[in-house]
């Protein structure tokens, strides 16, 4: 036995782990999944390229895919598609043994390839775990299952859990902040075809001087919701048409009346979705990825600083076909596959000094339906440092960040 007790029927809520140790069984678990040297530095050289040494890379190699660490458990974040994870189990008995695999996750099918294993004292094997989604797997749903291994004496259990995403994938956020330049990423696919994208580029659009009395006890997301302005909170309605790629709404030290001054940043969406940035200063920054058409309310709060408080809100809703000066396009691959991963890209010219863009790819799925989008910001102004950190809805995934 795996030594792991206490799972009930295959599932894994969040709360608990794969079960209780009982550490006899684990004295003897027949089959192991090991990990060494080779394994970390392979998977760092995939999540953190720039903090391993490049001759580790070279010699080592890199992970085609973070779930492909050899771990015991088997987790798919986001999947598009089928997707193919590869394992390998080392017996660590006294015997030859034969090994029969059983896998099943709820509403997903499930493939072990070899669904056999004969292995050697010591020896390895690699396997692959084919996951498929099928027209009842929910999406944006943690579904779970297990995987085992069992020679008649030992079972070694793998617990596994899936989530279908969007038939594309891709970044959340890109920035940059040149006049002229490019960002290549990774997308994944879940369908095979030819991939197609809309783009959209804005420069910001600059709201009125705004005067407000602080006030830290009001809550901004309350107020926001009622959409009655208060001496502490403006409420700006704002109406996003269909086709937006990314609604972006944003504050700056720089268009606010003090240094010291603490404003905060509210969204909420025709659904009632809240999105607030709340930081110590009034650099804040909310947006929407993919909004639902309707009425929005933007709100700012005087948090703290001196009376009278002003701002200035920044805006930018992007959406497909618009343009402004220079040249912005995005690169696509000519054909992607189920459960793939390809190249993709922006590519910007001409831009003007000191100024500050948004702009989008929105991804079409193989029936030319929105299902993905990365916003990126350039930054033209001098001396501006690249920064990425904004609380996001993506209404095509409904996760916020």
Request: proline share 6%.
């Amino acid at each position: 036995d795996d030594g792991l007790t206490g799972m009930q029927n295959g599932k894994l809520p969040w709360s608990q782990g794969a079960g209780f140790i009982a550490p006899n069984k684990a004295i003897d678990p027949g089959l192991v999944y090991d990990m060494g040297k080779a394994d970390f530095v392979r998977y760092q050289c995939l999540t953190q390229k720039a903090l391993v040494p490049a001759a580790d890379c070279t010699t080592y190699g890199t992970l085609d895919a973070t779930y492909n660490l050899n771990l015991p458990s088997i987790t798919l974040g986001n999947m598009t598609g089928p997707t193919v994870v590869t394992r390998s189990v080392t017996n660590v008995g006294t015997s030859s043994a034969t090994y029969q695999s059983t896998a099943s996750i709820s509403n997903v099918g499930v493939v072990v390839t070899p669904s056999s294993l004969t292995l050697s004292p010591g020896q390895t094997k690699s396997f692959t775990v084919t996951v498929t989604p099928s027209a009842a797997t929910p999406k944006f749903t943690w579904q779970y299952g297990s995987l085992s291994w069992s020679d008649s004496v030992h079972t070694v259990r793998s617990p596994m859990q899936v989530n279908l995403g969007t038939a594309i994938t891709g970044p959340v956020d890109q920035a940059a902040t040149t006049l002229s330049g490019s960002r290549t990423f990774t997308i994944r696919t879940g369908f095979a075809g030819k991939a197609t994208a809309l783009k959209g580029i804005q420069d910001v659009t600059m709201g009125p001087v705004t005067s407000l009395t602080k006030n830290a006890n009001v809550d901004i997301e309350a107020a926001c919701r009622l959409g009655n302005a208060l001496p502490s909170v403006a409420v700006y309605p704002v109406t996003i048409p269909a086709g937006t790629i990314v609604a972006r709404f944003a504050l700056r030290q720089a268009d606010v009346s003090g240094a010291s001054d603490d404003n905060d940043l509210t969204i909420i969406s025709p659904d009632g979705t809240a999105i607030t940035s709340g930081s110590g200063t009034s650099k804040e920054m909310v947006q929407v990825i993919n909004p639902v058409a309707g009425g929005y309310k933007v709100c700012v709060q005087a948090y703290a600083g001196t009376n009278p408080m002003t701002h200035k809100l920044s805006s930018w809703i992007v959406k497909a076909g618009d343009t402004t000066a220079g040249a912005f396009n995005v690169l696509m691959p000519s054909t992607v596959y189920a459960g793939g991963a390809a190249t993709a890209g922006m590519v910007w010219s001409g831009l003007l000094s000191g100024h500050r863009y948004v702009g989008g790819a929105q991804y079409l799925d193989g029936s030319g339906v929105v299902a993905a989008a990365t916003p990126i910001s350039i930054d033209t102004t001098p001396a501006t440092p690249q920064e990425i950190d904004t609380p996001t809805y993506d209404s095509k995934r409904g996760v916020s960040k």
